[in-house]
């Protein structure tokens, strides 16, 4: 069986967590006898071949509403569609909705559903009619928690036909240190410190997380990257939070060993599961995040993994990271639960097997 995955971008051009999810499972498939590609777009276009697949890149022509358009794509994906037994397609992703529509109406395909479009309000009402006819064409629509279904009344309409595969990693590969960096950052890690990691992007609540750091009696380490964490590293007048940009996979690990605990303040729904609490987990954190309706709180689970609190409530946020700080006992047995909890619902095995059963039974009619 061929797969070909489409969505907006991959690595190394961009590094998030739907090219994260795009990537296990991939690899997993491979491992059961599925051969997946990936289509995708960037500045450039590229075939960059790796050992048991191939990334073909397909040079933008203009960007909308953070969506790429392409006109030679329609020419290519035209050309290759044919290749595969089923498209897999990632959501949200426009353009890709009119490829699916022009060229393969009735290709048999899926769609992983990452999360609702939540703040292009007009975009949006343009794009409904391509979306509604987008989903009804696709064979199975994937959601990633029971949290998200709950919250997403464009999700529910087609409930029917969908089914929840939580996103996994490889806890193995996710606890992996380096004693070279371990030793580098070792020096860092005198007093407790909570640990952000993640792109700085408005509903990450990064300003709520600031206000609460404020006269506290522990560190804060903001891993980042981009020119909003360099403004943001700029503004910041506390001694007691600091920023690390650029943290590649190793040094992230590291961290997450090294650090008390981890903190993801997020505000808005946009922050659909929240896969750096799955590998916070690996590595028996608790967790302080914010309830926002959807699989954050599908993995933390109030005051068995961590706490949650309401979002944009940087006093709530404080008095949770303060609980953790002064109960290091209960932190730790918090952190033991995580990992527990998050080993059995969260693994990118179980991941990859449930998708590889959607895929036969996509290919098979059944």
Known sequence: MKVLHVYKSYFPFN???VETVIKEIVLHSRKNGVKSDVLSFAHESSIRRFKTYKVINIKYDLKLFSTPFSFRSLFIFRK???????????Y???????????FCPFKKSVVTYHSDIVHQKISRILYYPLETLFLKLVN??????????????????????????PIGIDFTKAREISTKIKNKWLQRFYTPTFLFVGAARKYKGLDILLKAAEGMECNFLIASNGKKIEQLQKRNKLKNVKFVLNVSDAEKNVLLHLCYGMILPSTHKSEAFGIVLVE???HEKPIVSCEIGTGTSFININAKTGFVVPPKNYIKLREAIAYLLYHPKFAKRMGKSNMKLASSRFSNEKMGEAYLNIYYKVFSGT
């Open 280 to 282: 916070a987990a690996a």
């Open 15 to 17: 590094v998030g967590g």
């Open 140 to 165: 199975k629509i994937i959601y990633t928690s029971p949290n998200y279904l709950k919250i997403s009344k464009n999700l529910q309409k087609y409930f029917k036909k969908s089914i929840c595969i």
């Open 80 to 90: 290759i569609v044919s290749k595969y037994d089923i498209i897999h397609f990632h």
């Open 92 to 102: 949200p992703f426009p353009f890709a909705d009119l490829l699916k529509i022009i």
